[in-house]
Every structure is written in structure tokens, then in C-alpha cells.
């Protein structure tokens, strides 16, 4: 290492550039002290004087009591809700008639229908399509809302009624509510007599694997799942109780899958919608819902 070290640096103009050193060395390496141009010089102050008047003009530091107003008082929520009032001026008219027709009347008028499903389809995406799916191709445990198979029914009235009250949502008193029974769990039928009623539901809907009925499972079904599901398995919407007889399976329709079902019953819970959106969004929602492909 030089012996110029330390407290012995000193500062030394270079030959090649005239512009001096910073005085530090290491092993003969030495930096040069350029300074700045002056046009960043002067960049830096105007942003430092722009950042000293930000502060001034707009909320900036915090305080005890919450922190600075600014001389505009300015607040990015205020301008959120500026923007909601425009957008609710532009959408007002549409939204009204919407409002003030019957759900028949809608789907008939083809304006007041491209509108309702706009809406609905942005309700949907906010609210619906995280247990539905985007398209309401549905899930398990979750209906596939584009079918014509419907638990509740799938009229507009009935779909509008689902999504105001939800299902086996405890908070409202009018939400649809059934109920199936853990015939497993509770102890209601053995092992081996669910697995029969299992192969014999799977034959009404002649899954490629289903067994040719029997009499013990015709018999077992009679005796616990008939007075909801109904003889012929076409199921009950005033109860609740889907179709058996169809290709539509809400939790699947392998063996392993329909025994689970039997096994610990119960059901899925849809929130009630009704105070949560308006009744405009809920009106457009149905008909949104409506229109996927499988309404009644």
C-alpha cells in the first residue's frame, strides 16, 4: 500500500483530466472528485423546493390527531366518490327502469336486457364467480348455474328469491333451508346398506358403471330417500332435494363420491345477498343468472 494512507492523503490535480482527487489512495488507485453538472444540481433543488410544497398543498405528515390537511384538504377517497356519483348519474336512467320493472318485463325488452345482464355480469364477477366460476360452470359442492338442473328452481322468481335469501344462512329467516341426514354418521343405516343405495342411485342417472337395479336398494331408497328425492329420483325444489335421474352431479357421480354424500349429508351454504346489494343488482343478478342458459 502507498505510504499517502489515511491521515496522509492529499489532494492532487490529474494530469490527464485537470480535475482534482478526493486525496484517498490505494494502491496507487486514485478517484477524481468531478463535480455534478449543473443541470442535475439544479434538478435536485427544484424537486426538493416541489416536495417542500407538496407537503404544503395536499395531506402529507402524520400528527396525533391524525395528521395535516394541506391547503386543498384533498382526499383520495373523496375522489372515489366523486367518480361513483358521475358514474351513478350515467348509469341512473338505466338503472331506474331496471328497478321499476317486473323480471318478466325485463328479459323482454331487449335494451332493458343487454343493460340488466351488464350489470348482473359485473355482480357476478364480484360476488358469485369465486364459488360459481367466471363462466357459472360451477364446481363440487358448488351448481353449475348454465345446466337446466336446478335444486331451488329456475325461474326468475326463483333464482331472485335464492339470491336475496341464500341457502341454510342462518341470519335470514326466510333463506332456503333443507337439510339431508348423515345416514353414516348417525348411524341411520349400516356400511353395507349405504353402499347398496349408493349403486342404486347411480342407476337412475345410468352412470357407464352402475349395477342393474336391485330390490334391497329399491326398497332402501323407498324407506329413506323417496320423500325427498321422490320415487322416480326427479327430485323436489320446494325441498330442496336435486334430481337423482340426470347426468348432473354436485359432488360427483363415482361410487366413492355419492356414498360420502350418503355418509354425512348436510349441505352447502349460500349467503344471503338481500342488504348487502340493492335490490337493482339483485333484480339484474337473476337475470344474469337467468339468461347463462339454464333458466326455466
Known amino acids: ?22 486525496g484517498h489512495e490505494w494502491d496507487g488507485i486514485e478517484e477524481l472528485n468531478t463535480p455534478l453538472p449543473r443541470w442535475w444540481v439544479w434538478t435536485f433543488w427544484i424537486t426538493v423546493l416541489w416536495g417542500v410544497g407538496y407537503t404544503i398543498v395536499y395531506p402529507a ?12 384538504a ?28 317486473p323480471l318478466d318485463k325485463i328479459e323482454s325488452d331487449p335494451e332493458l336486457l343487454a343493460a340488466a345482464r351488464t ?21 363440487k359442492g358448488y351448481a353449475n348455474l348454465n345446466d337446466d338442473d336446478w335444486i331451488w328452481g329456475g325461474k326468475l322468481a326463483d333464482i331472485k328469491q335464492t339470491i336475496e335469501h341464500g341457502v341454510r344462512w342462518d341470519a335470514d329467516k326466510e333463506t332456503h333451508v333443507s337439510a339431508m341426514p348423515a345416514f353414516g354418521r348417525d348411524g341411520l343405516l349400516t356400511p353395507e346398506q349405504i353402499s347398496v343405495v ?14 342393474a337395479p336391485t330390490a334391497e336398494g329399491e326398497k332402501l331408497y323407498a324407506e329413506n330417500c323417496a320423500a325427498c328425492h321422490g320415487v322416480d329420483g326427479k327430485g323436489n325444489p ?5 334430481a337423482l335421474y340426470d347426468q348432473v352431479w354436485l359432488y360427483g357421480s363415482d ?41 326455466q
Open 1 to 22: 500500500m502507498s505510504e499517502d494512507t489515511f491521515g496522509k492523503d492529499k489532494v492532487r490535480i490529474d494530469e490527464v483530466s485537470g480535475t482534482p482527487t478526493t
Open 61 to 72: 405528515w402524520p400528527t396525533f390527531s391524525g395528521g395535516t390537511q394541506g391547503v386543498t
Open 74 to 101: 384533498w382526499h383520495a377517497r373523496d375522489e372515489v366518490a366523486n367518480q361513483l356519483a358521475d358514474l351513478q348519474t350515467l348509469r341512473g336512467p338505466v338503472l331506474d327502469k331496471i328497478k321499476d320493472a
Open 119 to 139: 350489470v348482473g355480469k359485473v355482480a357476478f364477477a364480484t360476488n358469485c364467480a369465486s364459488c360459481h366460476g367466471a363462466g357459472g360452470q360451477g364446481a
Open 198 to 211: 349408493a349403486d342404486h342411485v347411480r342407476t337412475y342417472a345410468e352412470t357407464p358403471d352402475s349395477d
Open 238 to 242: 320446494q325441498l330442496g332435494a336435486p
Open 255 to 295: 361410487k366413492p363420491s355419492v356414498v360420502a354424500r350418503i355418509v354425512n349429508g348436510g349441505g352447502a351454504v349460500m349467503p344471503a345477498w338481500k342488504g348487502r346489494l340493492d335490490d337493482t343488482t339483485i333484480k339484474a343478478l337473476a337475470v344474469y343468472v337467468h339468461s347463462l342458459g339454464g333458466g
